[in-house]
């Protein structure tokens, strides 16, 4: 199962290009399976989920969210609601009401901007449940730097997904489940039990908006 779980789109991040019915006329192109939006601080409703699946020509659309946490942004997948989680909400705050309501967390492009995840990896390693190892907004040298860190704490997971923000870049990077999902419970607890495995796209258009992960 092809799964890209960290995109945004026009429906709730302004920074977004990617308008929901591109997304899916995209995904159908590129074989995915499943889409998970994240867009930036917001959850769709159930209600815009139903209506997007009603028209997703079989790919399964869910929800998580990609919170703008002090320390940095987070991919948090199976809230029920964000009641306890606003931006600027320390991690170790989203951590805690991550397991509280057994949601997943995964780090978000993991030393982009300076961030210091080398100490967030050795404080908080036991909660996290994962780190993007592939995205667009992931270079060499911070795909290194995850690399070690996958070595370092071997319990964590490693995903891959597009982080897109226009519809070209949607599914360059995805990750690759053996077996299915068929709601949020089951994405969880796929990312707890480490069975996502980051891939990228064959496509030749796709190697040149995102490169590989084998190039490095």
Not at 75 to 81: A, E, F, K, R, T
Request: with cysteine.
């Amino acid at each position: 199962m092809r799964i890209d779980h960290h995109f945004h789109t026009t429906l709730h991040s302004p920074d977004s290009a990617m308008t929901p019915e591109a997304m899916i006329d995209r995904a159908v192109e590129l074989g995915l399976d499943a889409l998970i939006v994240t867009e930036h601080d917001h959850q769709w409703s159930q209600e815009e989920l139903a209506e997007i699946n009603q028209r997703s020509r079989g790919i399964l659309v869910l929800s998580g969210v990609e919170v703008s946490a002090r320390e940095g942004h987070f991919l948090v997948y199976g809230l029920p609601d964000l009641a306890d989680v606003g931006v600027g909400i320390t991690l170790k705050e989203l951590l805690e009401v991550a397991r509280r309501r057994g949601a997943a967390v995964v780090a978000a492009h993991p030393y982009r901007w300076g961030q210091d995840f080398e100490r967030i990896a050795r404080e908080f390693n036991d909660q996290l449940d994962a780190l993007e190892l592939a995205s667009k907004n992931v270079d060499q040298h911070t795909r290194f730097l995850v690399e070690r860190d996958l070595k370092r704490f071997p319990h964590l997971g490693c995903t891959g997904s597009s982080d897109a923000h226009h519809v070209n870049e949607l599914g360059c990077y995805y990750s690759e489940l053996d077996g299915t999902i068929q709601d949020m419970a089951g994405f969880v607890q796929a990312l707890k039990q480490r069975r996502l495995k980051p891939r990228h796209h064959p496509a030749p258009s796709m190697v040149l908006t995102c490169g590989t992960l084998d190039e490095d």
